[in-house]
């Protein structure tokens, strides 16, 4: 699937929230992702997650982590 709409990871609630695929395919994340909290990119086994769009950070710097088996890849130069 592609999500081509700018996302939004809201603070407030505890926890790290979850971008990404739950199944063996490719999910694509093009528009822009913005972090107001800590956020884990994942992609489960023999699935993809593919962000295209710029990934920036509010009232911070903020962490992200790869979870699950599959592969994770950030299409910006601008994203580390």
Known sequence: FTIGR??????G????????GTTANTSTFSGAV????????SAASGGMSVVTGVISELGGS??????????????QAANP
Request: glycine share 12%; net charge positive.
């Open 6 to 11: 700018d996302i939004t990871v809201q603070a």
């Open 13 to 20: 609630s505890s926890g790290t929230a979850t971008i990404g």
């Open 34 to 41: 913005v972090l107001n909290k800590n956020a884990a990119l």
């Open 62 to 75: 903020r962490a992200r982590m790869k979870t699950g088996a599959g592969t994770v890849y950030l299409n």
